[in-house]
């Protein structure tokens, strides 16, 4: 019996390009047969996810969030990894690359979205368009490719999160099937920091018992070339600051919850 796949969900802006690049150069490093990492629905890599252990980018299969859902007749079971960024920062960094510099090939200058065609530079006009990002996404099941096509519309006709939906996100979460991976364990200069975060990975994927762990075995740090033009960081204000926090409530209690630690509000 294959073991369940574990799917990375993808949080815009956590560290998404170096986990993917992490698996790849692992996958090309120690190849399986059958290969251990898929990559549906993306350019390059292995598409069949049926002997896989681990999925990048499987949203259109998988469906994204809470993919603990019971196993379908034609899915194996599955689990899921997932980047968390402390969300003050990764909104600043949300709005630098993909509003300012017009990031992932215009998704928010006229791909998706216009939100950044006639005014690049309103930060405030950003915070507001599709706040609690984190709890929206891990309090339910999204399928196929529905939390994408909402959170680039800004959840239109959703109602305001509530408590309940945080506890739902940080049940998900916490579970033994989930794992969180922290952005700052990523960029740290730390290298037993980093080792740690990679031991924990291997650990929940199965150790020796998964082709996908024995694969990161010799990786001691995480990679962290980006192919994109640096990124300018939006300077926030502390206004910019407290409206930020006031409107990502959800997203700092759960990030509290999970990391231990407060926003930098």
């Known amino acids: 019996m294959p073991r369940n796949l574990a799917q990375y969900v ?3 802006k956590t560290g998404t390009f170096t986990i993917l690049e992490l698996l790849l150069r692992a996958a ?3 190849p399986g047969a059958p290969p251990w990492l898929c990559t549906p629905n993306m350019p390059y890599g292995n598409s069949n996810c049926a002997v896989a252990e681990v999925a990048y980018g499987a949203e259109r299969l998988y469906g994204s969030g809470d993919v603990t859902r019971p196993a379908t007749t034609w899915q194996r079971g599955h689990r899921f990894f997932t980047t968390l960024r402390e969300p003050v920062e990764r909104t600043a960094s949300e709005f630098s690359y993909f509003c300012v510099g017009c990031g992932d090939n215009n998704k928010f200058c006229s791909r998706m979205n216009a939100a950044c065609v006639e005014d690049r530079t309103n930060f405030t006009t950003w915070v507001q368009r599709a706040p609690a990002q984190y ?3 891990f309090s339910r099941f999204w399928p196929g490719m529905s939390y994408l096509h909402a959170y680039t519309q800004g959840f239109p006709g959703l109602p305001p999160v509530t408590m309940d939906d945080v506890e739902r996100a940080a049940r998900a979460l916490t579970r033994e099937s989930s794992l969180v991976i922290f952005t700052d364990e990523l960029n740290t200069s730390d290298m037993a920091t980093q080792r740690v975060a990679l031991d924990r990975l291997r650990a ?7 082709r996908a762990a024995r694969a990161l075995e010799n990786v001691t740090r995480f990679p962290h070339e980006n192919a994109g033009a640096p990124e300018t960081r939006h300077a926030i204000t502390a206004a910019e600051r407290r409206l930020v926090c006031e409107l990502n409530w959800a997203d700092c209690l759960l990030y509290e919850r ?3 630690r407060p926003c930098a509000c």
């Open 10 to 12: 993808k949080v815009g």
């Open 28 to 30: 090309i490093a120690a």
């Open 135 to 137: 709890v929206r996404r």
């Open 204 to 210: 929940w994927l199965g150790g020796n018992a998964s």
């Open 258 to 260: 999970i990391r231990g």
